[in-house]
């Protein structure tokens, strides 16, 4: 049961910084101070692009899965139908870059 606490004192400046920091990990100020001051992991919560690029890589390895499972059956004609699908795809988001 967690019914211990500690408090301290910030200038406005660090306080800002400090809300700042837990913002972008989406944690609690609990949570964060916790993790922090054991020295335990502090990821970064995934931006919108982010995200969308994390999306995209997902579809991608269902492609490659895909494409990997027809080498396996020995379909020369899906594999490269699949091939060149994943291709315009990968080519599409690329053109965003642009």
Request: proline share 1%; charged share 35%.
């Amino acid at each position: 049961m967690k019914n211990k606490e500690f408090r301290f004192r910030v200038s406005p400046l660090e306080h800002q910084i400090i809300k700042n920091k837990i913002s972008k990990t989406g944690l609690s100020i609990s949570e964060f101070t916790r993790r922090l001051a054991l020295g335990l992991e502090l990821k970064n919560k995934l931006t919108d692009d982010e995200m969308i690029c994390y999306k995209n890589l997902s579809k991608y390895t269902d492609n490659f899965r895909r494409i990997s499972n027809l080498f396996k059956l020995g379909d020369v004609t899906g594999l490269k139908n699949e091939t060149l699908e994943t291709s315009r795809i990968v080519k599409k988001h690329l053109e965003k870059f642009r």
